[in-house]
C-alpha cells in the first residue's frame, strides 16, 4: 500500500464554476483518486475554495456585498456542485479556514527565517479610479520578449516568459481598460534564484522519471532560464496577514503564495477533524508517499516552480541552507498533472461574454457522468478540446445509451424474464470463456493506463470491451434460446450467466468515470448500490477562530465535502452471486433529443465574473 495524495486545483470563489473548470481540475483528478483507492492504496484527496486577492473585492463591489458575503456564498454553491458531480474530497474546504491562516503563517515564518524571502522595493499597479492594487493577472498589454497582444501581468500564454506588469507594453486593466499608476512600496518576494540549482536538480528527476506530460516538464524547466525574486506580498487588505508586519494591515500575503499552500493545510485539517492530528505527515513527511497535483496548463507555474520553491525553502534546501519548521521535511510533488483548456462551441469560456456553461445549470438538465463521460472521452487531457452540444448529444446517445447502456439493459431484462434471478451456469464454451478472459484482463489494462494519467484510453479501452460484450450478445443470441428443452435452457442459464459477470466486471471498470451510473447498475443486477462510495457535505466548526481577522467575526463554521471511501471493491473481478434477484429494469441513462443542440445554443448568457486567478 502507498499514501497517495491527491492534489487538486483550489476553485476561485469569485463566482459560479464552469464545465470547462472542472474538466481541468475535477473529473480527471476524481476518475485517479476512485482508481487508487480500488487498487489498494491509501488515497488523501484535498482542495477547497480559493478566497483571497483582488479578484474577490472587485466582484463583491459589483454586487454591493462584503468580501466575506461573496466568498461564503460562492464556497456553498461550489461545494454543492461539486458533490453533485460525485468528486470525492476526503477533505474540501478553504482558504479563509483559521486552520488555513495558522499553516500559511508558519511556512512564511519559516521560510523567511531560513532566508528565502527579502525585502525589495518594487513598483506597484494600482488602479487610478479605486486606490486598489491590481493583480498581476488583472492587467494586460504587449509582451516585451514575443510582441504578442493580450499578456498578463505575471505571464505571458503564447511564449510562456514570466511577466511583470511593468513589463508590458501598453499595460491597460482588464476591469475598466484604464491605465495603471505605478507606485513604489516595499514587499516580500521569495528568493527563486537562490532555489534555482535545488529547483533544477528536483525537475531534472522529473524528467528522468519519464512520468511527467513531456509539454509540462520541459515549459517547467523552460521557467529557470528567466528565474528572479517574485513578490509574495500585496498591498491590499483582504487576505492573510503578513507575519512581522501586523502593524501595515493593508498588506497581506499574495493569493498564489497562501493557495498552494493550501494542499498541506487541507490535508493537516483533515487530519485534525479525524481525531489523529498528525496523521497527515503520512502523505507529506514520509519520502515514500507519492503526490499528484491536478490543474489546468495555466496553473503549472505555480505548480512547477512557487509551491516547490516555497517548500524547499521551508525545507531549508536551497543555497542559503536553514532548518525545517515544525512541520518537518515536506515532499515535494511527485507529478504535476495539467490539462489543457476546454472551449464551447470553438471559443474560449468567458462568462462575462456569455460563453459558459455553469456546472449546476448543466447538471440541472443532464445527468452528472453524462458530463463526466464526454469530458474524460473528449476532454482536454494533453491538448485543448472543444465541447459541442452536438457531440455531447452524440456521444450520450451514441455511446453511453446505445452502447454501455443498452447491454446493461438487456441483460438485465433477459434475466428477468427468463429467470427472474441470476442463473447457474451450466457448461462455457470457447466463446464464453474468450470473453469472460478479455474482460477480466480489463482491469489490468484500464486500470494501468488510468494510473498513468491515460484516461481517454482507459476508457477507451474499457468501452472497446463493452463493445466486445455486445458482439458477443449478437453471435450467442440468448433472445432466440427459447423453450423447454433442458440443453437450450442450460445454454441460456450459461450465456446470461456470463453476461452478468461481465457486466458486473465492466461496471466495476467504469465506476471511477461513471460512478452514479455505477450504484445504479449495481442495483440493477440486485446488488446494493454501493459500488461507488459518494461524497456528502457536512457543516463543521472553525477550528482556529482566534487566527481570522475581524472580517469573520461571529463565522463559526463552514461547509465542507467529505466521505467514506472505505467500501469501494477492490480492483478486480467479484464473482457474481447465483440465484440473486433480478427486477425488471429501468434504463441507467437518458437518452438525449437533438433538438435540445440548437435550444442549448440559444439559452446561454452568462452572468459571473471571469476566473482570472486561482490555485
Given at each position: ?8 486545483a ?9 464545465i470547462?473548470h ?9 476518475v ?15 482542495s ?30 461550489i ?16 482558504t ?27 513598483r ?42 511593468t513589463?508590458l507594453?501598453g499595460?491597460?486593466s ?13 514587499h ?18 522529473r524528467?528522468?522519471s ?22 509574495m ?24 503564495f ?29 519520502p515514500?508517499?507519492?503526490s499528484?497535483?491536478?490543474?489546468g496548463k495555466d ?5 512547477s ?11 531549508g534546501q536551497?543555497?542559503s ?8 521535511v ?21 462568462s ?6 455553469y456546472?449546476?445549470?448543466?447538471l ?20 485543448d478540446?472543444d465541447?459541442?452540444w ?16 443498452n447491454?446493461v ?5 433477459m ?12 457448461e462455457?464454451?470457447?466463446i464464453?470463456?474468450a470473453?469472460?478472459?478479455a474482460v ?32 458477443y ?16 435452457q ?5 450465456v ?23 450504484n ?14 459518494m ?21 463559526t ?21 447465483v ?6 429494469p429501468a434504463?441507467?441513462?437518458t437518452k438525449?433529443?437533438?433538438s ?20
Amino acid at each position: 500500500m502507498t499514501h497517495i495524495l491527491s492534489a487538486v486545483a483550489w476553485p476561485y470563489a469569485n463566482g459560479p464554476r464552469h464545465i470547462g473548470h472542472v474538466a481541468g481540475f475535477g473529473v480527471p483528478s476524481d476518475v485517479f483518486s476512485r482508481y487508487m483507492r480500488m487498487a489498494g492504496h491509501d488515497v488523501l484527496m484535498v482542495s477547497g475554495t480559493d478566497e483571497h486577492g483582488t479578484p474577490i473585492l472587485v466582484a463583491a463591489d459589483e454586487e454591493g456585498v462584503s468580501a466575506r458575503e461573496l466568498a461564503d456564498r460562492n464556497n456553498r454553491l461550489i461545494v454543492e456542485d461539486l458533490v453533485a458531480l460525485g468528486l470525492s474530497y476526503d477533505l474540501f474546504t478553504r482558504t479563509t479556514a483559521g486552520n488555513h491562516y495558522r499553516v500559511v503563517q508558519d511556512m512564511f515564518t519559516t521560510v523567511r527565517d531560513n532566508g528565502y524571502m527579502v525585502q525589495q522595493m518594487t513598483r506597484s499597479a494600482i488602479s487610478p479610479s479605486t486606490g486598489r492594487t491590481l493583480p498581476d493577472r488583472y492587467i494586460e498589454g504587449t509582451c516585451p520578449i514575443c510582441g504578442a497582444e493580450g499578456a498578463r501581468g505575471d505571464q505571458c500564454d503564447t511564449c510562456g516568459n514570466q511577466l511583470d506588469p511593468t513589463d508590458l507594453i501598453g499595460p491597460r486593466s482588464r476591469i475598466n481598460g484604464e491605465t495603471p499608476e505605478f507606485v513604489q512600496t516595499t514587499h516580500w518576494f521569495l528568493d527563486l534564484p537562490a532555489l534555482a540549482e535545488a529547483l533544477g536538480a528536483w525537475l531534472d528527476e522529473r524528467e528522468a522519471s519519464g512520468t511527467w506530460r513531456p509539454n509540462v516538464i520541459k515549459f517547467s524547466q523552460n521557467l529557470l532560464g528567466d528565474i528572479r525574486p517574485r513578490a509574495m506580498t500585496r498591498d491590499i487588505d483582504w487576505g492573510i496577514p503578513v507575519p512581522g508586519w501586523e502593524d501595515q494591515p493593508t498588506k497581506r500575503l499574495y493569493v498564489w503564495f497562501d493557495a498552494v499552500i493550501g494542499y498541506l493545510s487541507a490535508s493537516v485539517e483533515w487530519a485534525r477533524r479525524s481525531g489523529d492530528p498528525e496523521a497527515w505527515r503520512a502523505w507529506w513527511n514520509d519520502p515514500q508517499a507519492l503526490s499528484y497535483y491536478f490543474m489546468g496548463k495555466d496553473n503549472i507555474v505555480f505548480h512547477s516552480q512557487i509551491w516547490p520553491a516555497e517548500l524547499l525553502g521551508y525545507n531549508g534546501q536551497g543555497d542559503s541552507g536553514g532548518e525545517p519548521g515544525r512541520l518537518g521535511v515536506l515532499n515535494l510533488p511527485t507529478e504535476v498533472v495539467s490539462s489543457e483548456f476546454l472551449t464551447m462551441e470553438g471559443k474560449k469560456f468567458s462568462s462575462s461574454h456569455g460563453i459558459v456553461i455553469y456546472v449546476r445549470d448543466f447538471l440541472a438538465r443532464y445527468q452528472a457522468d453524462a458530463l463526466r463521460y464526454f469530458i474524460c472521452a473528449a476532454g482536454p487531457e494533453t491538448a485543448d478540446a472543444d465541447f459541442t452540444w452536438a457531440e455531447f448529444v452524440r456521444r450520450t446517445n451514441g455511446e453511453l445509451v446505445a452502447g454501455w447502456g443498452n447491454l446493461v439493459n438487456r441483460t438485465a431484462s433477459m434475466i428477468h424474464k427468463r429467470f427472474g434471478r441470476i442463473p447457474e451456469p451450466v457448461e462455457l464454451q470457447d466463446i464464453d470463456r474468450a470473453l469472460l478472459d478479455a474482460v477480466e484482463a480489463g482491469f489490468v489494462s484500464v486500470g494501468g493506463l488510468i494510473a498513468q494519467h491515460r484516461q481517454k484510453a482507459a476508457l477507451g479501452e474499457a468501452m472497446r470491451l463493452v463493445g466486445e460484450a455486445n458482439k458477443y450478445v449478437a453471435d450467442t443470441q440468448p433472445f432466440k434460446l427459447k423453450g423447454e428443452d433442458p440443453a437450450t435452457q442450460a445454454r441460456l442459464a450459461t450465456v446470461l450467466h456470463t453476461l452478468a459477470q461481465v457486466v458486473t466486471d465492466l461496471n466495476l471498470m467504469l465506476s471511477p468515470f461513471l460512478p452514479h451510473a455505477a450504484n445504479d447498475v449495481d442495483r440493477v443486477l440486485g446488488g446494493r448500490g454501493r459500488i461507488a462510495p459518494m461524497p456528502h457535505i457536512e457543516e463543521v466548526d472553525e477550528l482556529d477562530p482566534e487566527r481570522l481577522p475581524e472580517a469573520f467575526d461571529g463565522r463559526t463554521g463552514y461547509p465542507i465535502i467529505t466521505g467514506n471511501y472505505e467500501d469501494a471493491p477492490t480492483w478486480e473481478r467479484h464473482p457474481i452471486e447465483v440465484g440473486t434477484p433480478v427486477a425488471k429494469p429501468a434504463p441507467v441513462f437518458t437518452k438525449l433529443d437533438e433538438s435540445i443542440v440548437e435550444a442549448e445554443l440559444a439559452r446561454y448568457t452568462g452572468s459571473a465574473p471571469d476566473d482570472v486567478t486561482g490555485a
